[in-house]
T-cell receptor, first 110, second 113 residues
Framework: QKEVEQNSGPLSVPEGAIASLNCTYS??????FFWYRQYSGKSPELIMF????GDKEDGRFTAQLNKASQYVSLLIRDSQPSDSATYLC??????????FGTGTSLTVIP | DAGITQSPRHKVTETGTPVTLRCHQT?????MYWYRQDPGHGLRLIHY???????DKGEVSDGYSVSRSKTEDFLLTLESATSSQTSVYFC????????????FGEGSWLTVV
């Protein structure tokens, strides 16, 4: 079983809609959780991190963490064509071990 | 920018030749990492370093070695490149105790023919 699982997509949403990206993880000892965005041919860039159960909002982005169910989600409100990218979920199991999902491809249709 | 520079950015090499990728940071961060990214596998850790001359293996370390003689430089060496090592290689810094965020360099595209 992979440490981190994501639906590879592709996920398509119309411009202005809410995009919902999901991630599950296997290690209950996981401590911190991250969402990265990666444009084609570029390196991953951090969008958000979350450590505690519940929601964390940053602009149009909301990360949600449910440790009991072992899932993390990312909501993108008012989706824009510039949000079209692959979104990577990452989990920190211990201080030095970060595990990444394979990513979900998002396309925002104008 | 997280102050990470990778070189070379693109390289084509022949099977059996040694290859060294360099990661240089200006952030004075203790932890540095090498990942490779392949379709269907995502980002996988090759090796990481937690200080000068202190390194450890990741999940896909076979065929790779690393060295860190200075805080700012972390080298990844493919002793004898194989076609299965054709990939995009990302250096990252950060992490450590507390699970702090890691930041990535721009990547090195390696093709082994």
């Amino acid at each position: 079983q992979k440490e981190v699982e994501q639906n590879s997509g592709p996920l398509s949403v119309p411009e202005g809609a809410i995009a919902s990206l999901n991630c599950t993880y296997s290690d209950r000892g996981s401590q911190s959780f991250f969402w990265y965005r990666q444009y084609s041919g570029k390196s991953p860039e951090l969008i958000m991190f979350i450590y505690s159960n519940g929601d964390k909002e940053d602009g149009r982005f909301t990360a949600q963490l449910n440790k009991a169910s072992q899932y993390v989600s990312l909501l993108i409100r008012d989706s824009q064509p510039s949000d079209s990218a692959t979104y990577l979920c990452a989990v920190n199991v211990s201080g030095n071990q970060f595990y990444f999902g394979t990513g979900t491809s998002l396309t925002v249709i104008p | 920018d997280a102050g990470i520079t990778q070189s070379p950015r693109h390289k084509v090499t022949e099977t059996g030749t040694p290859v060294t990728l360099r990661c240089h940071q200006t952030e004075n961060h203790r932890y540095m990492y090498w990942y490779r990214q392949d379709p269907g596998h995502g980002l996988r850790l090759i090796h990481y370093s937690y200080g000068v001359k202190d390194t450890d293996k990741g999940e896909v370390s076979d065929g790779y070695s690393v060295s860190r003689s200075k805080t700012e430089d972390f080298l990844l060496t493919l002793e004898s490149a194989t076609s299965s090592q054709t990939s995009v290689y990302f250096c990252a810094i950060g992490g450590g105790t507390g699970g702090n965020t890691i930041y990535f360099g721009e990547g090195s595209w390696l093709t082994v023919v």
